[in-house]
């Protein structure tokens, strides 16, 4: 079992569409969690980031991260065409060289 | 353009040839990763300098591989007699320990992508 799991998709949606992106994990010590945006043949963009469990918004974005389920999710509103992109989830202990990535969501938004 | 720069981009090269990737992470970031990714994975840590010491590396980096960051600012990741199984794209990320998150938050550069033919 990989150290964080997450659905590859491909997932299409019209656009409009409230988008749900999600990763479970088996590692209790993780505490920081992020998400990336990766565009096709372009490195990881940092879209968000939460500490321990919780919500956290930003603009359109919004992040969940349920410890106790070790669940952690990303919701799109209003998803966009230039949503279209593979998103990546990533977690980390808080040592510098152990954070695990899962392998990405591969989203497509039709206009 | 104040991100982490890769350089080269691209670069095909021939089995058994040695390779050179660049990177210069964000100005002020005193950390700096080597990640390598395949189509349809995440990235997966290579390296970690903090300032010019190394301070870990993985498993997967083979003899062949091998990473510097001379000044403390700039890194180079070589990699000696390239295999096939190489190929791969090449990804620096850098962070500050006074950044986000206390550091854990890491910044990505374009990537430099290998084929090995």
Redesign the interface.
């Known amino acids: 079992q990989k150290e964080?799991e997450?659905d590859?998709g491909p997932l299409s949606v019209p656009e409009g569409a409230i988008v749900s992106l999600n990763c479970t994990y088996s590692n209790s010590a993780f505490q920081?969690f992020?998400w990336?945006r990766q565009y096709s043949?372009?490195?990881?963009?940092?879209l968000m980031?939460t500490?321990s469990s919780g919500n956290k918004e930003d603009g359109r974005f919004t992040a969940q991260v349920d410890k106790s389920s070790k669940y952690i999710s990303l919701f799109i509103r209003d998803s966009q065409p230039s949503d279209s992109a593979t998103y990546?989830c990533?977690m980390?202990a808080?040592n510098?060289?152990?954070?695990?990535?899962?392998?990405?969501t591969r989203l497509t938004v039709k206009p | 353009d104040t991100g982490?720069s890769?350089d080269p981009r691209h670069k095909i090269t021939k089995r058994g040839q040695n390779v050179t990737f660049r990177c210069d992470p964000i100005s002020e970031h005193n950390?700096l990763?080597w990640y390598r990714q395949t189509l349809?994975?995440?990235?997966?840590?290579l390296t970690?300098f903090?300032n010019e010491a190394q301070?870990?590396k993985?498993r997967l980096l083979s003899d062949r591989f091998s990473a510097e960051r001379p000044k403390g600012s700039f890194s180079t990741l070589e990699i000696q007699r390239t295999e096939q199984g190489d190929s791969a794209?090449y990804?620096c990320a850098s962070s500050s320990i006074t950044g986000?998150?206390?550091?854990?938050?890491?910044?990505?550069?374009?990537?430099s992508?290998l084929t090995v033919v």
């Open positions: 964080v997450q590859p920081y992020m990336y043949r372009k490195g990881p963009e940092l980031y500490y990546l990533a980390s808080g510098n060289n152990d954070m695990r990535f899962g392998a990405g | 982490v890769q950390r990763y349809g994975q995440g990235p997966e840590f970690y903090q301070l870990e993985s794209m990804l986000s998150a206390g550091g854990n938050t890491i910044y990505f550069g374009e990537g992508w």
